[in-house]
């Protein structure tokens, strides 16, 4: 089977121009490639671009996963949206690292297969779409995706047992869509989240209402409201409305403060194996109270079938002989199963006697019938 390599690229802020078209279009002819986005599949050979440099200087964000198990995303925000000294505590290792490029961050997140195993069936088209939305989230001031970026990197044992947390987000015990989306895609343990969450503040529900805002307003320095009203006329900040949103929520903020004995990497990873355990026992519990229900289910049917046939046994053994008459092996199966259903009726209502004796007289008339005769052996028909 062919290898698998899917690359992905969108521009958000701005298009890209009919030149940096063609110039992506030098790297390959195949490639699906619009103002917007660039979105190219491999199945033999390699990209020849480098999504580092195409990051830096035309998108803003990225997706690449390969069918042997890597995964990657990229995104990039303005260093003014996104101060790169918010993003350090949190990317320190392969799983998630990142760069400043010109007057951008670059955030770099990355997971490969540790059990080795091939995702044959893997399609990347659509995993960007639902994970992108995490980038507005993020220019507004949910630090959410970064300390899953951290977790990723626990994970991955690139920070040591006794190295702190950073500084804990509120919400992380209510994931949206896009972060699920995104630790699902960069496979990051549920149980290490859940260990995570319980030093996390609940989010703050949904967006601040008009009222909100207004109060939040009204507030502001005279000198703040000429500069926000003139970016707005002139668009000259695409993340406007972003910054606004993070400012509001910086003087709302919920996020929990990292204590004087802050938890450790190796606490996290703790919790987390136990959370495991538990879950682990509780889903066998629950299996094993399936499976009883089960058991049940099939026995009251199986009594409820018995005491149909219990109604007019003679017509059972008539069909018996009628199903052997025809010779053939699907209703000599029939027959049997039959049989099998009249030796349990007979167990059951103290009748065992008088069953064997008319299948000692049923084998002794069919003896000529190995086929038969071998169906009710492995049955257990045999007297």
């Known amino acids: 089977m062919s290898e698998y390599q899917y690359y992905e690229f969108t521009a958000v802020d701005r298009p890209l121009t009919s030149r940096e078209q063609a110039e992506l279009r030098s790297l390959s002819t195949r490639a699906d490639i619009t103002a917007t986005s660039f979105v190219n599949t491999y199945e033999w050979g390699d990209f020849k671009g480098d999504p580092r440099k195409l990051m830096g200087r035309f998108f803003d964000a990225h997706l690449y996963l390969a069918n042997w198990g890597t995964r990657q995303v990229m995104l990039r925000l303005p260093k003014h949206v996104l101060d790169p000294a918010t993003v350090a505590p949190y990317c320190q290792g392969d799983s998630a690292s990142a760069w400043t490029a010109g007057k951008h961050v670059i955030i770099d997140l990355h997971d490969e297969d540790e059990d080795g195993t091939d995702e044959w069936d893997l399609d990347g088209h659509g995993l960007l779409a639902s994970i992108i939305p995490v980038r507005a989230r993020l220019a507004a001031g949910d630090l959410r995706l970064l300390y899953l970026a951290w977790l990723r990197c626990v994970q991955s044992e690139e920070i040591a047992d006794d190295e702190p947390e950073p500084p804990v987000p509120a919400g992380l015990g209510t994931l949206d869509a896009p972060l699920t989306a995104v630790a699902e895609f960069l496979r990051i343990d549920p149980d290490l989240i859940a260990a995570a969450a319980a030093g996390s503040s609940p989010a703050t529900v949904g ?22 009203l003139t970016d707005l006329i002139t668009g000259g900040d695409s993340h406007l409305r972003s910054q606004l949103l993070r400012r509001y929520r910086d003087a709302h903020r919920t996020d929990t ?16 194996a136990d959370l495991r355990a538990e879950r682990e026992r509780r889903d066998a519990e629950q299996r094993q109270r399936d499976r009883a229900r089960r058991e049940r289910s099939a026995a009251a049917a199986r009594q409820r079938h018995l005491d149909t046939l219990a109604v007019d046994q003679p017509a059972a053994w008539q069909r018996v002989d009628t199903l052997i008459a025809t010779k053939k092996p699907r209703e000599y199966d029939t027959a049997v199963q039959l049989l099998v259903d009249l030796r349990d009726l007979g167990e059951r209502d ?12 049923l084998r002794a008339a069919h003896v000529r019938k190995p086929s038969l005769l071998e169906r009710l052996n492995l049955a257990g028909l045999d007297t």
């Open 207 to 228: 967006e601040p209402t008009a009222a909100q805002l207004r109060s939040w307003v009204v507030g502001l320095p005279a000198r703040d409201k000429d500069a926000i």
């Open 257 to 272: 403060p990292t204590p004087a004995a802050a938890r450790t990497a190796g606490d996290l990873l703790a919790t987390a």
């Open 350 to 361: 103290g009748d065992s006697g008088l069953f064997q004796q008319r299948l000692a007289d």
